[in-house]
Structures are given as C-alpha cells and as structure tokens.
C-alpha cells in the first residue's frame, strides 16, 4: 500500500530554516501531484505547496511563496520543502499528500488521496 513518511522537523527560531522530507512508496507516482499541507493548533488544514511528479510544475501558497521551495527526487521517490526566513505563524503540523493521476496542480486537500503522519514543525521568536 501507498506510505508517506515525512521528517526533518524540529525546532528553530525565527528567520531560521529547516528541509522537511516525504519518502513515498507503494505506488508510481509519475502521474501523480504531491502536496504539502499544514495545520496548526485549533485551525484547519492549509495548503502549503505542490509538486507534479511529472513536470515539475509547482504552485505555493501566498504565505510561503518567496521563502518555501518545494522539490522532489525521481530516483529517491522522495518530495522536499525547503523552508526559509521561518516565522512563528509557520508553526505547525505538516504533512506530505498524494493526489493519485494529477496533471494539474492542485490546493485542495480533499483531492488528496494518500497522506503521511505528520512531522512537526516550531519556530519560536
């Protein structure tokens, strides 16, 4: 079956950075969108970024864009976000997604399919 395994969050201060990594494996994803998504504490989910596995092709949300980058490895079937100047506002949960035979970007969550644990993620001021 189709696992996403997330990790490289932790702790750091603001203006600080951190490279959180999603390991996917289960399925061929070449036709596939992988997503970030984040929720903080008593809010909803929120669409951080997008990948298609094909083309490359991103899209951010407006919060992020200029300071996320969001990445991914053929070979590792592995996604990445790259996160930079970290604010407070950045903590959260984030959480890597599948949206199965996607080759349009998309930031709706309930699109995606499949959906990692979560890793965690705090910036402190």
């Known amino acids: 079956q189709v696992q996403l395994v997330e990790s490289g969050g932790g702790l750091v201060q603001a203006g600080g950075s951190l490279r959180l990594s999603c390991a996917a494996s289960?399925?061929?994803?070449?036709?596939?969108?992988m997503g970030w998504f984040r929720q903080a504490p008593g809010k909803e989910r929120e669409f951080v970024a997008t990948?298609?596995?094909?083309?490359?092709?991103?899209d951010y949300a407006d919060s992020v864009k200029g300071r996320f980058t969001i990445s991914r490895d053929n070979a590792k079937n592995t996604v990445y976000l790259q996160m930079n100047s970290l604010k407070p506002e950045d903590t959260a949960i984030y959480y890597c997604?599948?949206?199965?035979?996607?080759?349009?970007?998309?930031?709706?969550?309930?699109?995606?399919?499949?959906w990692g644990q979560g890793t965690q993620v705090t910036v402190s001021s």
């Open positions: 990948i298609l596995w094909s083309t490359g092709i991103t």
């Open positions: 997604a599948v949206k199965p035979g996607s080759w349009f970007p998309s930031r709706k969550a309930y699109e995606y399919v499949y």
């Open positions: 289960g399925r061929t994803f070449s036709s596939d969108a």
